[in-house]
């Protein structure tokens, strides 16, 4: 099972932690220190995001692991907006979240 991958887990939280300081960037108003700092902050994420997915396609084809890669962290970037910015989360976010975690599985099945 692809989840099982060290790498692909890495490099969805970082990818998730990048986002998060992308928005926290955007949100800093009147000090364009602050802004700048968190935004490099999340770049060193972005880059550990990188360095993460190439280890993880060593092992786990490019196709399998984008589907993973990238439906993981939207389900996390729905979760983080909701308890971090306490964005709306309405029932069709919670079907289209459901729907991802079945294509989730049904991707990992031998």
Same mark, same amino acid.
């Given at each position: 099972?692809?989840?099982?991958?060290? /790498?692909? /887990? %890495?490099?969805?939280?970082?990818? #998730?932690?990048?986002? #998060?300081?992308?928005?926290?960037?955007?949100?800093?108003?009147?000090?364009?220190?602050?802004?700048?700092?968190?935004?490099?902050?999340?770049?060193?994420?972005? %880059? @550990?995001?990188?360095?993460?997915?190439?280890?993880? %396609?060593?092992?786990?084809?490019?196709?399998?692991?984008?589907? %993973?890669?990238?439906? *993981?962290? #939207? #389900?996390?970037?729905?979760?983080?907006?909701?308890?971090?910015?306490?964005?709306? @989360? +309405?029932?069709?976010?919670?079907? +289209?979240?459901?729907?991802?975690?079945?294509?989730?599985?049904?991707?990992? *099945?031998?």
């Amino acid at each position: 099972m692809m989840l099982t991958n060290f /790498w692909i /887990w %890495l490099a969805i939280i970082s990818s #998730i932690l990048t986002n #998060i300081g992308f928005k926290y960037a955007a949100m800093v108003l009147g000090n364009p220190t602050k802004k700048w700092l968190t935004f490099a902050g999340a770049l060193v994420f972005g %880059l @550990l995001n990188s360095v993460c997915m190439t280890e993880a %396609l060593k092992t786990i084809p490019l196709n399998i692991a984008s589907a %993973l890669f990238f439906s *993981l962290t #939207i #389900i996390g970037l729905l979760f983080a907006s909701y308890f971090i910015f306490k964005d709306a @989360l +309405g029932w069709k976010q919670i079907i +289209g979240t459901a729907i991802i975690i079945v294509g989730v599985v049904v991707v990992n *099945l031998k």
